[in-house]
């Protein structure tokens, strides 16, 4: 299930399914520590009217989900025709402290006066561990705490004239055959029961008056912190602030954050305004506040896969962040260039991908090469693309206090590792692919490695290191005079890779859209190249769907289906559609863009991919298509100053 709502505040991240309901609360990072993973651990929410209950994921509820004008502050409305109920939402992640809060409208849409019981249900497995969790009712402070080790969530709710929650229940869930304290609220009472450990989960009731064809407010909230008292203080703020006035501060910080997206929005047509401005919400949110940049907090892929995507890949948070880059955000970059620093391996390079602590993550990729001999597990273009992006945003910004800052202890480590790390033509040493399914001597690694080695020899240039300079624009400049090997004048198009050039049976044709766009983004091949343009008809002839959508490269079976279909990816869609604008082709790359804001969720959400028939797959969001799907609108604004 995808996650149309993201709450975050960068500490904080809150991952809201179709139903509204919590699926992913990150604590203390964005993107570790995700204290509701796995498919039963959802919170839920109920109603019971008229001796009558119903949670919102029983599909008895039309749920409409949206962002509030524009700022990280979602906007859910929940009907049930049959209980003649309405529940309307204000949820956030406060911008200062590391709670959600939850504004919740309760409407009585009956035609007489009736008592309406909410229930507000809360589940965790702390810090994703199966040890035993404790939760307590706290009967002084009229809240429940959840804790295990240096982690604790407050749960509080009140009424709108301040009075607390009316009733509440804890126990456990999936041991000695219970399914949840939850079903504790389908009668309409909770049992009250104060302590519970091991797996434990926790209910709160609201018992409300309402009028015919009025309403009443409650006011929930789930704070976190290191220890109980730490979080007891946070839900005191809350409460003595009143629960609404963080709300419409937290509303007011996104203003201000979303202030420079929105003012270039104007310049995009009407259609995609909105689109542009929510990718920049989304992207934000899945943003650390030290920096890590997650490919995506969606973790509905557990419930059937080994991992998810919340891991930071270098290469992706580079693509991620140059959107941001091109509007003017500089703290987002600044802070992953740090990330980036302090997590660079002795020798120069970037590892597979990180926890948001920055820690190595999860990988697959050996230690040993194919000559059983000790090699780097990487991706070359994760630590390449990361130094193209550094030298770009240097160029916009031409501060010396940033090569004071960098230089040394990032900049020079990569580039002498990428200028060093080649085979006897001086071309990059074969590591997985962007797709991190073959290790090769690639198209796409071999031209974002030779931007980034234009970029360094231009910041030693900057810092006064000309020997530095002179080495690694030689480096570039041989990558440069070797680009015709990467030419496959059979298929017309650019080879995938090859492990041996001079053995065809190790050269790899298989058309993959990354080839393309790397030798142009990135400067490999002239745009004016006639073989640019013939790669590009080939790839409209052979990857592409429907004339519109792009698969990632042919047979592709990652998440395929069937036996014949490969899905269509947002990403690759997009790329086309950069260059169709580059060649003046403004109808594909309207096509283009207009079938991926059709796939896009209300609250401007995309996927990783999609079916056949346009549904999503994998997770969503993945940051990445957000990004993609700006920098086509932003290359539009170029395009259009330029005319």
Not at 542 to 556: L, Q
Not at 617 to 636: I, K, N
Request: aromatic share 12%; with cysteine.
């Amino acid at each position: 299930m995808s996650r149309p709502i993201l709450l975050s505040n960068g500490q904080m991240h809150v991952g809201l399914d179709t139903y509204g309901l919590v699926n992913d609360l990150y604590f203390p990072h964005v993107g570790l520590e995700n204290h509701t993973t796995g498919k039963n651990l959802r919170h839920r929410i109920g109603v019971y009217v008229d001796g009558a209950f119903s949670w919102l994921d029983d599909e008895t509820w039309d749920i409409r989900l949206d962002y509030y004008n524009d700022v990280l502050l979602s906007r859910i409305i929940a009907v049930n025709d049959r209980l003649q109920v309405r529940l309307e939402f204000d949820d956030c992640v406060d911008s200062e402290f590391t709670a959600l809060i939850r504004n919740v409208h309760v409407i009585n849409t009956a035609d007489h006066d009736r008592e309406i019981r909410l229930f507000m249900h809360q589940v965790f497995m702390i810090s994703d561990s199966n040890a035993s969790d404790t939760v307590q009712y706290l009967a002084e402070e009229r809240s429940l705490v959840h804790y295990k080790g240096h982690r604790a969530f407050l749960v509080k709710g009140v009424h709108s004239d301040g009075s607390p929650f009316d009733s509440y229940s804890v126990g456990i869930f999936g041991l000695e055959g219970r399914e949840g304290t939850f079903r504790d609220a389908e009668d309409g009472e909770l049992s009250g029961n104060n302590v519970e450990h091991g797996r434990v989960d926790s209910v709160i009731g609201f018992h409300l008056q309402v009028g015919s064809n009025s309403s009443q407010r409650v006011y929930y909230w789930i704070a976190a912190g290191r220890s109980e008292r730490e979080a007891q203080k946070i839900s005191n703020t809350i409460e003595g602030d009143g629960a609404l006035h963080h709300i419409l501060k937290t509303a007011n910080w996104w203003a201000d954050w979303i202030a420079p997206t929105k003012k270039l929005a104007k310049k995009l047509p009407e259609e995609y305004q909105q689109g542009f401005v929510r990718s920049a919400l989304i992207i934000k949110s899945q943003i650390d506040k030290h920096g890590a940049v997650i490919a995506s907090t969606d973790t509905t892929m557990l419930n059937y896969e080994r991992d998810a995507y919340a891991y930071c890949w270098p290469r992706d948070a580079a693509h991620v962040l140059w959107p941001l880059m091109r509007i003017g955000y500089t703290d987002e970059l600044l802070r992953f260039f740090a990330f980036a620093r302090r997590s660079l391996h002795d020798d120069g390079y970037l590892s597979h991908k990180y926890q948001a602590d920055g820690a190595i993550g999860p990988s697959w990729h050996p230690r040993v090469a194919r000559d059983g001999k000790a090699a780097p597990p990487i991706q070359t273009d994760e630590t390449a693309l990361v130094m193209f992006l550094f030298g770009q945003y240097y160029r916009q910004h031409v501060d010396a206090e940033l090569l004071t800052n960098f230089y040394v202890t990032l900049i020079k480590p990569m580039a002498n590792f990428l200028s060093g790390y080649v085979d006897k033509d001086g071309l990059p040493l074969a590591s997985y692919d962007l797709w991190e399914e073959k290790d090769l001597t690639n198209t796409y690694t071999t031209a974002v490695t030779y931007a980034a080695l234009v970029e360094a020899s231009y910041l030693a240039e900057q810092g006064g290191d000309t020997e530095s300079a002179i080495r690694w624009r030689e480096a570039a400049d041989e990558m440069l005079a070797k680009r015709d090997v990467f030419w496959d004048e059979e298929r017309q198009y650019f080879i995938k890779g090859y492990l041996d050039r001079d053995d065809p049976n190790t050269i790899d044709r298989t058309i993959d859209s990354s080839s393309l766009y790397a030798v142009i983004m990135f400067g490999y091949f002239d745009l004016d190249d006639e073989r640019v343009s013939r790669a590009y008809n080939t790839m409209r002839g052979t990857i592409t769907v429907d004339n519109t959508k792009v698969i990632r490269y042919e047979h592709d079976a990652y998440r395929r289906l069937d036996d014949e279909h490969s899905n269509p990816w947002p990403v690759t869609t997009l790329w086309m559609a950069q260059y169709a604008l580059q060649h003046g082709d403004d109808s594909t790359a309207r096509a283009a863009l207009d079938w991926v804001q059709s796939v896009m969720f209300t609250s401007g959400v995309l996927a990783e991919q999609y079916d056949m028939s346009d549904q999503p797959l994998s997770v969503a969001p993945l940051t990445w298509s957000q990004a993609e799907y700006m920098s086509v609108l932003l290359d539009m604004i170029t395009e259009q100053e330029a005319a």
